[in-house]
Structures are given as structure tokens and as C-alpha cells.
DNA sequence: ATCTGGCAGGAAAGCGCTTACCTGATCGTT
DNA sequence: AACGATCAGGTAAGCGCTTTCCTGCCAGAT
């Protein structure tokens, strides 16, 4: 691997003219040297090494981004959100998926903080699990206090500058929107209990049913997986133990795209026997048949905002940018049949 | 931000000391200095610099990988197979997405040539451009030639260690299964004319068919992004120039989804009055309506395959593994309505 | 009591860059 | 004509770590 000084001597000039050259410094150099420069750096293939270069700056150049998984398509939304505001400011994205592991998600703050990102986004769920969560926030504070800012996406635990969709309006929203349509049987699909996202849309929703004098039992409520599997496997079991029911509310798009194609194997009609709600519109969810009914959440903005707060050194003070829901009326829901 | 002098300092020890305390070198350390190391670290919330542990070591530490993007579920279905492999041998994988731009490509390589990241996978179909190709390979040679390891996914123009998936075997698959239906009036939505992936499948598409005695004429083929919006776009231009067609075969999924979404605002029967056939198969093709029928490719396993191959040092010679297309039949296709 | 080996720990030389500071030449000033 | 200002370019000191090599100590052997 050609280096610097290889340059330097080929093109007969010292180490810091090359540099100066190679990275447009402010110095001066003549016409004439920096050609000779540029043509021994073509000749020799030459590309400066990352790490030297960081390390002699002790510039953060990077920004270090922890999400769940970047292939569920939620995170794939509000990563090219993060992506799009990184890349016009001239930052690298480090990615990192955590899997729905507490204990990566810290490793890989550890990680980020070695690699001396200049930021640290952590998007996803938080847990419940105060625990973990004061070791997070101990590790997140060390980074802090060196410099490094941390903003998060729908995580209440973290103190500092955060994007919160409005999870709690959206199970609102829902529940009005069942209430609305009639129904009284419903099933509740949800993520896992250890992530505040279903906790806070589950709260969201019961208080809208609440409203409407309507109860929503614990055992009409399944937790599993967050993904399409987890969706089918849950609305089964429902659908086995209760048959009559007329609703399905399935906490992320996800599952309820796994529930639709548990109830089109079993072939219930969709939504003349059972409706279905799903909750975070992702692209695909128009695609399905029928076209999903669901809450909204602006994830590309979300993944904008957060990256903005990021990067701008801003405020001292904390800065939560709340992001409403929507409600998206499709084809998946109807009036609850009598 | 804490060093380790400032650590070594703290636990009253040198510089070297501590540094092996903390990696667990060979060299033996007495257990009291040891737990003195240790609780300074802890103290201190040390975390070494990466960039100057990289450069010490001249190390290679992480992966590079170039997609075109990672939130196509056709690549982050190929990256998590990248992943799978990466993590198991310890590696750190810096995704960079090109977005179908060669110059980012070429920029690309060059970044992670500069993090002196141990390989680096290219994933993604090639351009037909001659001039960027001879480019793109110079780079990779020069990288190859520092001791940098390359491995492709489904680009012929690369020399060097490679998986392919079998675009053109699929492409025939297509055109037999078409054949067998009994269509004769085929649009087909493709993908950009520059990707070697459209050509090779629509070489196949065509030999299949005529071997069949039927013929492509290019007016029914359509070039749209390789994308959602991109095939519903093709193909409500196929079907304003040619309302008889039978079957629309797109080149990939996600334009196939495109496709039916269309096909479903014109109230167009699928399968009954035109069939709808995909390529790829990502997971996505079941939960449409009706599921697609598609050519698959084993995307995961290809990943898999082709990190496991950058990571092997092994032979000099280039090693190329070709991975079968299959065919999967589901609901949007049917037989040729007479 | 002296010598050798072995062994824990430290000193210091880099890894490949950047950049503050210095040098020597060139120019303009009185 | 002599002096300082100006400027291109070079010198060298780090950035934070790893690792080789060396030092000084002690146990065991003679």
C-alpha cells in the first residue's frame, strides 16, 4: 500500500507538501509541485489512509447509527431519512443492527464511541428494563461528556435530544377508529412486552377504547414477535381462542401483513368477517390485499429530524421534536359485521 | 476523551502495560497490576480509539460492502446473508449504498480502500460501460495488489472471485413457463437498459421463446427504474399501446409489485385476463395479492456464498459459483385467456 | 557467594498522516 | 543599499495506540 511519504519522494517533494496538495489545505502550493504531486498520486494508486488521517486530525468525521434491523422496512424508512441528511452534510453512515439485543445495542455504543463518530442516532424501541436502561444511559453520558452528541428515535429513557412519533396518539387513534366502525370484539396483536413502542400504543389504545366504555381484556391481546411471522402465529392463536372475533389491531405493519396471510389461508373473508389494522405504514402496505388500513408515521421525516439534531451542536438544552399519527383508511377495514 | 496514558497513569503503570492488560496480549501480567488496569478503565470509561489501534496494528479489521441499496429488499436480503457470515468470523461491515450511480461506486471503493477494510463485496448488478468497467477494475486491482481481497455479486466484468446467480437460466425459466401457459401476447417491464441483470434475463427470456418460435419485438419491452413506481409506469405504457396482452413478466419483484398495483387501480382480473410474473422472489411476493409468481434466486445463500469467498484467502484462482434460479408458481399467473 | 535463566514491566520506535513552526529566498520599502 | 515583510516549502512534533527490545529482579543451580 503506496503511503504518503511514497508520493512525497516520487514526486520530489516533502511529506507536508504532498498533504497539502492531496487535501486542498489552505497553504499555497506552486503550479508546478502540485502537478508533480497529483501525477505520482495517479501513478501510484495512491489513497490516504482513513484511519492516519482521522487520527492526526482527531476530526469525527462519521456518524454511527444503531438500529434494530435495517432490512425490517421500518428502519429501512427511517434510515434513508438519516442517510439523506447525512450525506448532504459530508458524513459517512456507520450502520449497526442490534437485532433487538440489549446488550449489542451497547456494545455497539462502545463500538461507535471507539470509531470517534461524531454522533450516535439510536433508533427503535427502548425497553423496559431499567437495568439496561441506566447502563445506556451511563455509556451514552460518557460519550456526551467527551463531545459526542446522541440523538434518539422514540425512546423516552434517553434525556437528551430525542424524535418522538406519536405512538400513544396513534393507538388513540385506532381505538376511535374501531369504536367508530362498531366493532367490540377485538384482538390485539402485539410486539414484544419489553419494548416501550408496544406499551405506549397498547396504553394509546386502551384509553381511546376507555373512552367509548368499551374494555380490552388481557387475554385478547397476544405478544410476540415484531415481524410477520410473529403477526401470523399471534393472530392464530387468537382467532383459536376467541372465533368470534371481528377485529384484529396488530401493533406494527408487520404483523399485520402476517396476519392477513394467516386469515387468507384460512380463508376468513378480509374485512367483510375480520378487519385489520396495522400501525407505522410502510410502503408495502398498500400493496397487500386487501391495501392495509394503519396509523401513520412519518418515518423518513422522523429519520431527518433526528439526524438534524445530531449534527447541529445547537442547544444545550434537551430538544424532543414530537411527529404525530395519522390515520390511514384502506381496504383491510369495515364496519364490524352484525 | 480518556487515553490510555491517561489510564495508565491512573492505574499507576505504563503505557505498554495497560494496553496489554486490556487486549489480553500473550504477555503475562500480575494479577494486582491487572485489576488496577481495570478499575482505571472503568473509572476513567475508557474505550480505546479504534482508528489508532487500526493503525498501530496496520490491522484490517472490517468488511466493505457496496450495494445499491440496502433498503431493496433484493439487497437486504443479499446483506443479511453478508452479515450472517461477517459476524461469525468477528468482522464489522460498513454497508454503502450507490444507488445505481457508477461514480459513487467508484468513490466507494476508494473510501473503504482507505478504511483498509480486509475485502470488499460488490453486490448489484454491473453497467454496460465499458469505460467505467475498465476504471472500476483498475481501482480494484490496485486494491487487490495491496493484498486487499474482492469478491462480486452477479457481475461478469470482474476477473476475479464471484457468485452469480443464474439470471440468464432464470430468464428462461420465465420464457418456458410462459410458453406453457400458452401466451403469446407478453409485455415485459424491465429494469434499465444499463444492467447487465435486465440484459442477461431478457437474453434468457428470449431464448427461451424462441426456441418456441416466438418472438420479443422490442416494442413490448419496456425500460422503467427497477422499482415499484417504475413498474406500474412500464406497464400502464404496454397496456395503453397494447390492451391485448396476456401476461406482463417483469424483471424483478418489486416492479412486478408495481405491475399488479396498476393492474388492480385499472380493475384488470389477475390472473384471469392478464397473468403477472416477478423475478428475484423476496419475501414480499407471498403476502401480495395475489402472490406473485416469480423466478427465484437464493439471495441469503448468495450473500453468504460471496463473503465467505472474500473472506478465504484461498486460491489464486479466481473462483466462480453459479447458483441456480428457480421457479416458483403462485396465484398471478394462469393460463393464456382465449 | 556467584552465575545463569526466566520473567514481569518499562522505554521507545513506529503506524501514516496533519500542522504549527521555522527557514531561506524574493520582493518592496525608506 | 540595507532592512523587514511576505511567501513557498520543509522540519518535526504529535495524534493514540501496539510491540519489540531492553532492563532489572528473583529463583535455582553450581
Redesign the pocket.
Known amino acids: 500500500?503506496?503511503?504518503?511519504?511514497?508520493?512525497?519522494r516520487r514526486a520530489?517533494?516533502?511529506?507536508?507538501?504532498?498533504?497539502?496538495v492531496?487535501?486542498g489545505?489552505s497553504?499555497?502550493?506552486?503550479e508546478?509541485?502540485?502537478e508533480r504531486v497529483l501525477r505520482a498520486v495517479a501513478e501510484l494508486q495512491?489513497?490516504?489512509?482513513a484511519?492516519?488521517?482521522l487520527?492526526?486530525?482527531?476530526?469525527r468525521g462519521a456518524v454511527g447509527v444503531i438500529v434494530h434491523d435495517v432490512s425490517d422496512p421500518y428502519f429501512s424508512e427511517i434510515t434513508r431519512g438519516l442517510q439523506r441528511v447525512a450525506t448532504d452534510q459530508g458524513r459517512l453512515l456507520m450502520i449497526c443492527n442490534s437485532y433487538r439485543d440489549p446488550e449489542r445495542e451497547l456494545e455497539y455504543v462502545e463500538l461507535l464511541r471507539?470509531q470517534q463518530v461524531a454522533a450516535i442516532v439510536l433508533a427503535g424501541s427502548g425497553y423496559h428494563d431499567a437495568d439496561f436502561t441506566r447502563l445506556l444511559n451511563g455509556k451514552l453520558a460518557a460519550y456526551e461528556a467527551t463531545g459526542g452528541r446522541v440523538a434518539v428515535i422514540g425512546r423516552h429513557e434517553h434525556s437528551g435530544d430525542a424524535v418522538m412519533p406519536d405512538n400513544r396518539g396513534g393507538g388513540e387513534l385506532l381505538g376511535q377508529e374501531l369504536c367508530r366502525l362498531g366493532h367490540e370484539h377485538i384482538g390485539v396483536v402485539a410486539g414484544p412486552r419489553v419494548l416501550t413502542t408496544t406499551t405506549d400504543r397498547l396504553t394509546g389504545l386502551r384509553a381511546a377504547l376507555a373512552e367509548h366504555g368499551r374494555e380490552l381484556p388481557e387475554h385478547r391481546i397476544r405478544y410476540a414477535d415484531f415481524d410477520r411471522d410473529g403477526g401470523a402465529e399471534a393472530t392464530a392463536a387468537l382467532l383459536d381462542a376467541e372465533p368470534g372475533l371481528t377485529a384484529i389491531a396488530a401493533l406494527n405493519d408487520s404483523m399485520a401483513i402476517g396476519a392477513l396471510a394467516l386469515l387468507r389461508a384460512r380463508a376468513v373473508p378480509v374485512p367483510q368477517q375480520v378487519s385489520v389494522f396495522g400501525f407505522d405504514d410502510m410502503p408495502m402496505a398498500r400493496d397487500v390485499t386487501p391495501a392495509l388500513t394503519t396509523i401513520r408515521l412519518p418515518l423518513v421525516e422522523m429519520g431527518a429530524r433526528a439526524m438534524a439534531l445530531a449534527l447541529d451542536p445547537g442547544a444545550a438544552s434537551p430538544r424532543v421534536e414530537s411527529l404525530a399519527a395519522d390515520l390511514i383508511r384502506r381496504d383491510s377495514s369495515g364496519p364490524a359485521p352484525r
Chains 1, 2 share one sequence.
Request: no cysteine; net charge positive; aromatic share 2%.
Open positions: 500500500m503506496a503511503t504518503l511519504s511514497d508520493v512525497a520530489g517533494v516533502s511529506p507536508a507538501t504532498a498533504s497539502r492531496i487535501n489545505s497553504k499555497p502550493v506552486t508546478e509541485l502540485r495512491y489513497v490516504p489512509n484511519h492516519a488521517q487520527l492526526a486530525r482527531s476530526h471507539g
